[in-house]
């Protein structure tokens, strides 16, 4: 295996996000930028692939204010990382973002194994390895939670509801992982000063031969839920727990609850 390549996404943190209670709407304006919970798990699959075999690993993202990301995720064992700023991607559906995506990696050559997360923490639409593996032509492989390369042989056990699922490939894939794969580790110091050394590069949407690059999804709003509290008291005035049982199976009847 010669070069492999994770896709990740740089998301603003939830941590920080705040509702504005007159409005409902979500205030982003002191949310930081982080690298996608899931795709740490990804990195460090790609990680110890490299460690195993020599490849080449590279990082790629599309979005908004992505150059922040490098020094994150070149800490944490890429060889190199892409990335592409650009206003089109701010609320770019799954279709925008792998249509994109497939162009980075036609760019950079292609790759023997492309590695996704099962998702963003953003959209959680799970919709993007497997577009891109279309739009590639890439065998697809979802919910990979164990990755055994032998030569060029890749072996990977899916996880199912009813149980696992071991496939074997040797083309070009791309595979989506699940976060039971690893348990991704902090970088040390000396990865994080490291990270300042290894390339990191621009790619401009001009670049691409990306044709249509329209979303299909478009989203309106975004409103945190009402949250209206009754706070009926069941047992008030001396109420017996017979009495008050009764009173709450009637309650959550007329509520539609049962």
Not at 95 to 102: D, E, H, M
Not at 162 to 170: F, I, K, L, M, P
Not at 180 to 196: E, F, H, M, R
Request: charged share 25%.
């Amino acid at each position: 295996m010669k070069r492999v390549i994770v896709c990740y996404k740089w998301v603003l943190d939830g941590a920080d996000i705040r509702v504005d209670k007159s409005t409902r709407k979500l205030n982003v304006e002191k949310a930081k930028w982080i690298l996608n919970e899931f795709d740490r798990n990804a990195i460090e699959a790609g990680a110890r692939i490299k460690a195993s075999t020599g490849c080449e690993l590279i990082g790629i993202t599309a979005g908004v204010d992505t150059e922040e990301s490098s020094k994150n995720v070149l800490s944490r064992g890429l060889d190199a990382v892409h990335f592409l700023n650009d206003p089109i991607m701010e609320g770019a559906d799954s279709r925008t973002t792998s249509k994109v995506l497939a162009g980075m990696i036609e760019k950079l050559g292609g790759a023997d194994l492309v590695i996704c997360s099962e998702a963003s923490d953003d959209e959680y639409a799970q919709q993007t390895s497997a577009r891109l593996a279309a739009l590639l032509g890439y065998a697809s492989v979802t919910y990979v939670q164990h990755i055994e390369v032998s030569g060029e042989q890749i072996k990977l056990s899916r996880k199912l509801d009813d149980g696992t699922e071991d496939v074997e490939v040797a083309d070009a894939t791309v595979i989506s992982v699940v976060p039971d794969i690893n348990d991704p580790p902090i970088p040390s110091l000396k990865q994080i000063l490291g990270a300042k050394k290894k390339p990191s590069t621009a790619v401009a949407l001009a670049e691409l031969r990306v044709i249509d690059r329209s979303s299909q999804l478009r989203t309106e709003s975004v409103l945190a839920p009402e949250v209206a509290r009754k706070q009926i008291q069941l047992t008030a005035g001396g109420v017996s727990i017979a009495d008050a049982v009764l009173k709450l199976t009637q309650q959550l009847s007329s509520d539609g609850v049962l």
